[in-house]
């Protein structure tokens, strides 16, 4: 609704910042674990988001949409109908941005336990892909608006596709099959791995999205919310898969999964115009 308003296309960095948070929170996280316990850590922080919350609310209230401004014909609730409409209008979005942010979403379970368990790092150095990935993910975020003034959006959507999963997939396979002669070697290259994945992807989702926004008659707010669930509901059941591949033979490989979808993706690059800058 922000973005329609201002005409301006700042999803992408407001995902970039997501992504901040994100690996903040994380980094503050492994600093207070062991020196403030549990209940501690939560019976503080959740007052003081509480708090940040109710004010940022009341900062946007000026920018909320008015629900008297509209019909309940032109603003359905959110629902089975709605979910209907939303899936009508846009399931191909809806499968490219699973296809989009399924490394994402594996990333946060297993970047440091594939460092940790299958290339031999420590508790410590194991974190470094995590952060690798959450890096390059912010650095993509905020720099898509620069990137959409120099080259059409499709351009980089199809780039984002193959160096996120061609890079991903070698980097991280290489990795594997010399850890046991240069561990230090293939901590490195998952490491590498991990934020080539992170630069290469991190525009797609939010590209697809203000497309998506700007081609369905539902709201911004219901396209989100509709997504996201859609997508949790997807990742539930690749997670459940790919967690099988893993026990049956290694996180690396079923890693591979998720690589292949970004590639796949690029033959989904006819959703994004091959003409408009921004």
């Known amino acids: 609704h922000r973005q329609t308003l201002s005409g301006e296309s700042f999803l992408p960095r407001m995902h970039g910042t997501w992504s901040a948070g994100a690996l903040l929170t994380a980094i503050l ?7 403030v316990s549990l209940a501690w850590h939560i019976d503080v922080l959740m007052p003081i988001i509480w708090v940040l919350t109710q004010i940022s609310i009341h900062k946007l209230t000026d ?3 008015d629900g008297s401004e509209s019909s309940p014909e032109e603003t359905p609730s959110v629902g089975v109908a709605t979910l209907k409409i ?3 209008e846009g399931y191909l979005f809806i499968i490219a941005s699973t296809l989009a942010i399924f490394l994402e979403a594996c990333s946060n379970d297993w970047s440091s ?3 940790k368990e299958d290339m031999g790092a420590s508790d410590s150095i194991a974190t470094l892909s995590y952060i690798a990935f959450m890096f390059a993910m912010i650095l993509g975020r905020l720099n898509a608006h620069r990137l959409t003034k120099i080259r ?3 351009f980089w959507f199809t780039l984002g596709c193959f160096l996120s999963g061609v890079g991903f997939l070698s980097l991280s396979q290489i990795a594997k099959a010399i850890v046991g002669q240069h561990r230090a070697l293939a901590i490195a290259l998952t490491v590498l791995a991990f934020f080539v994945g992170g630069l290469g992807s991190s525009i ?3 590209i697809l999205t203000t497309i998506l926004n700007a081609k369905s008659s539902l709201s911004g707010g219901v396209i989100v919310a509709q997504l996201a669930m859609l997508n949790t509901i997807a990742f539930f059941i690749l997670k459940v898969a790919m967690a099988w591949i893993a026990q049956a033979t290694s996180i690396t490989l079923a890693m591979a999964i998720p690589a292949i979808f970004l590639i796949l993706l690029a033959r989904m690059s006819g959703l994004v115009s ?4 921004r």
């Open 204 to 206: 797609l989702a939010p």
């Open 63 to 65: 920018v909320f949409v």
């Open 274 to 277: 091959s003409t408009r800058t």
């Open 29 to 35: 996280g492994a600093f207070l674990a062991g020196r």
């Open 86 to 88: 939303f899936i009508k």
């Open 113 to 115: 336990l594939m460092t």
């Open 152 to 154: 059409p959006e499709r």
